[in-house]
DNA sequence: AGGTTGACTCACC
DNA sequence: TGGTGAGCCAACC
């Protein structure tokens, strides 16, 4: 377990997010198997090759907020119908693990 | 080796 | 709701 199959990992999971969901960083360390790595969730992500078409706007932390440096995400994010709040976040209702439903394949 | 930083999170207040 | 401090872990001087 190297630090690449770490991302890998993470890259996999963000690229099963469906559309107009959200899930948070912390939220993927945690289905992988790693609680405390939420940070190099981000880190993971923030590295990511554009090649690899992560939908990496739908990770947000876990308070709502987007990722800094990355105004556009927002927009994004309305394009597919995610709800935002007064203060700008994410609606929290949208933010949950969504691996169940997704479990049959 | 030691200090700082960060696309994080939680407990407290 | 929002600020702060403390854990946390990897990356970068």
Redesign the pocket.
Known sequence: MN??E??QMVYNLVAKIPYGRVT???????MLG??????????A????PQYLDLP??R?????G??????PE?RQLLENEGVHF?S?G?VD?NVIMPWIQQNSTQ
């Open positions: 630090n690449n770490f991302s948070t960083y912390g939220l993927i360390a945690l790693f609680p405390q790595n939420a940070r190099q969730v981000g880190q992500l923030h590295n990511a990496c706007h990770v947000v932390n876990h308070s907020k987007l990722a800094p440096f990355w995400q709040n203060f976040n929290m």
